[in-house]
């Protein structure tokens, strides 16, 4: 028997390899992806350093500039090095994908590559690309300005380049979630996923798209033509239609599932799902508020409706929605059944999960449901409300909700960690089996295999970036005086 607790170097491999399918014995690429091992160490001591280095400052209020950090307000420059070295680590498992897939491609010419990998790779493809932005703010502007080396700085510049990276890193927080819903939710519920071709079409278009529209965030920024954020409003609209494939696919998947199980109607069938799996159910009650996640994100990316919600609460309802559910409610889902496959132990409470994955939906809807409300009543976002001097009265029925909700939130978060420490400290059942990836109901080979392929999709990108940011960008750049001083307001 083998010694469950501790993950084995060959466990780990064996579930890398699970991403790439299963050869004959499971085993046949071993070899091969050992070699990454240290490639994968140093990725991991790069991003903690720099985790841990963006943290002081931060925890030392030497970086009080909240997660967009825009200029001019200023943050320790370690703030700055810390956060690029994170994001330098993220390219470091581009490369350790890119390795670990030309090696199965070697070994597998012909082959459709399996759905979660081609996700996965197009994932960190898109992230590589995004994130140049970012690298730019940091390393041409932020550090050197924070170091003293360059007396000022620009704010429509730093915000410009953060959003080509900003909007596209809400992708990179979400496609790991469409991951797991179109490769292991459909079988969890006892389905089949509906098209394998039209999940990697939708990927593509990710890819394609994701990084075009930074600017449906800069609509009230002066200084940026009318006709490019109208551009970006509509490349909104574009990539919008990836995810309504996303929904139609992974429902479709369900409903597999549900009516496998026995479901009948319309929409009964809904409650046929296998709702005392609490990985499942986290995930299902995840998608489910996402749907108000999306459809709010419209109302933001609309031009002219944008001028009546941006800066409001209604922002914050919005990305609690997505960011805060969609993404939060599935990851947690997700290490459900992930950590107590590492750790090779049971979870230590299934009912309590259950329990922990409806608090959440039920506090996140108040939550979020008064914040967008109390948005399109005016009230502000990233402003200490309470002690406001101009607080409406038509906010005040709705702000005991926002306390409420995030009661129920902080309630539900401790019941998950509470969950997850014992899971690793304390259970005694047995763990459960490394899940394999959902059969679909029309497979790989009856998409096109141009779906397949790299080079095209990667050209299309690069031309389409330069399309929808090469001239802003280029004139921002000759225009731009470098002169704003730094402040702290904290
Ligand atoms: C599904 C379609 C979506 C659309 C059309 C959309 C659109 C937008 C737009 C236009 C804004 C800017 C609002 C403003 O500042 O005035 C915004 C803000 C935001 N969105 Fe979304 N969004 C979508 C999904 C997502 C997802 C999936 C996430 C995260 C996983 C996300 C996270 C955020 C965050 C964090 C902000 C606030 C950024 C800030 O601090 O200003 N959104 N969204
Ligand atoms: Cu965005």
Known sequence: ??????????????????????????????????????????????????????????????????????????????????????VAGTWLVTLHLVLTYRTWRAQHPGERTPLAAFMTVITFAMWSIASLG????????????????????DPLLARTLFWFTGHPIVYFWLLPTYVSWYTLVPRQAGGKLFSDPMARGSFILFLLLSTLVGMHH?????????????????LTFAVFFP????????????????????????????????????????????MLLFAFGGIGGLVNASYSLNLVVHNTAYIVGHFHLT??????????????WFVPVLRGRGL?????????SWLWFVGMGLFSFALHDLGILGMPRRTMISAAPYIQPEWQALRPLVG????????????????????????????????????????PEEGPAMLDRWRPWLILTAVLLILAYGHPLVHLVSNTPLNVPGMRVW
């Open 218 to 234: 800069q609509f009230t920024d002066p200084g940026i033509g009318q006709g490019w954020k109208l551009t970006h409003a509509f």
């Open 348 to 356: 230590w409470s299934p009912r309590l999960a259950l329990v922990q």
């Open 243 to 286: 995810s309504l494939l996303t929904f139609f696919n992974v429902v479709a998947s369900l409903e597999s599932g549900a009516r496998a199980r026995g479901g009948r109607g319309l929409l009964a069938w809904f409650a046929k799902l296998p709702w005392s799996d609490p990985s499942l159910t986290a995930q299902v009650l995840a």
């Open 323 to 336: 960011v805060g559910t969609a993404v939060t409610l599935s990851f947690m889902g997700i290490t459900y």
């Open 134 to 153: 970012l690298a730019a703010e940091m390393l041409l502007m932020l550090i050197p300005w924070s170091l003293g080396w360059q007396r000022g700085t």
């Open 404 to 443: 409420i909700g995030g009661s129920i939130l902080f309630v539900s978060a401790l019941l998950y960690f509470l969950n997850m420490l014992l899971t690793c400290v304390a259970s005694h059942t047995p763990a459960p089996e490394t899940p394999a990836c959902a059969e679909a109901l029309s497979g």
């Open 1 to 86: 028997m083998t010694d469950r607790t501790r993950l084995h170097e060959d466990e780990l491999a064996f579930l890398h390899l699970d991403l790439f399918g299963h050869s004959d014995d499971g085993r046949g690429l071993l070899d091969g992806l050992l070699d990454l091992y240290e490639l994968a160490w140093m990725t991991y001591g790069l991003m903690t350093g720099g985790l841990v280095l963006a943290a002081i400052p931060l925890l030392g209020n030497a970086a009080t500039v909240m997660f967009t950090f825009y200029p001019p307000l200023q943050a320790h420059w370690a703030f700055y090095v810390g956060l690029t070295l994170v």
